[in-house]
């Protein structure tokens, strides 16, 4: 195309007020709000988290995942502008599919989902997490928080459930406390009432609630 077209179209999609496309840029990556659920649903939004249980960081990264996009060292080890980026990274190889929480909060793919395309820092820095401080494990024997009156099951996301989780820890779970009941908190809440004489319904009612305080170590 000789330069007086090319000025021609560029002045033509100015007038018109059409966007132009620059080579590089990111087509769609995911809105920042999406990043925020992710990491509250994986890790409560931790970025230095490291539970025991082979997933590090805000994104659970782990290490041969955290590998295979380039990061170095153990992922909560990391900045979090690091492990965003890396997120990031990790999405335009495989889009949302390494992460289970992306499913469960539904999270569609977009246009730079498994473009293989690799992001610069620049590009991840709108996910902007920043960190938080974890929150502290409750201490065997300490006091009991009151029941929240809600029967968890399956499939359950609530602040009660992260309380157990967490409490659950002092059991040696390791719980990221995402406060989301799937596989391992079904385990934790079956164990509980079996060891406590409770009919194992897998149902987090007032009883297993009160057995996770009071109760009999889960065996």
Do not use: H
Not at 64 to 74: E, L, Y
Not at 88 to 96: D, E, I, T, V
Not at 140 to 157: I, L, N, Q
């Amino acid at each position: 195309m000789s330069r007086f077209r090319l000025r021609t179209v560029v002045t033509v999609l100015a007038a018109l007020c059409l966007p132009l496309t620059v080579p590089g840029t990111a087509a769609a990556d995911p809105a920042s709000t999406a990043w925020a659920k992710l990491r509250m649903c994986e890790s409560s939004g931790r970025y230095n988290i490291n539970t025991g249980n082979g997933y590090f960081g805000a994104y659970q990264f782990n290490l041969a995942t955290w590998q295979s996009v380039g990061g170095q060292g153990r992922p909560d080890l990391a900045a979090p502008a690091e492990q965003d980026y890396r997120a990031l990274y990790l999405y335009r190889m495989r889009g949302w599919q390494p992460w289970q929480c992306a499913t469960m909060l539904g999270l569609a793919a977009d246009g730079d989902a498994r473009t293989k395309r690799v992001p610069t820092y620049g590009e991840s820095a709108y996910i902007g997490g920043g960190g938080q401080p974890s929150p502290p494990v409750p201490a065997p024997g300490g006091p009991k928080p009151a029941w929240p009156g809600v029967v968890y099951d399956y499939g359950a996301c609530a602040e009660g459930l992260k309380t157990f989780q967490l409490r659950m820890n002092a059991y040696g779970y390791g719980f990221a406390g995402t406060g989301c009941y799937y596989e391992k908190t079904r385990d934790a809440v079956l164990a509980l009432q079996r060891a406590n004489d409770i009919k194992d319904s897998g149902l987090l009612g007032p009883k297993t609630w009160d057995a996770a305080w009071s109760g009999k170590p889960p065996r």
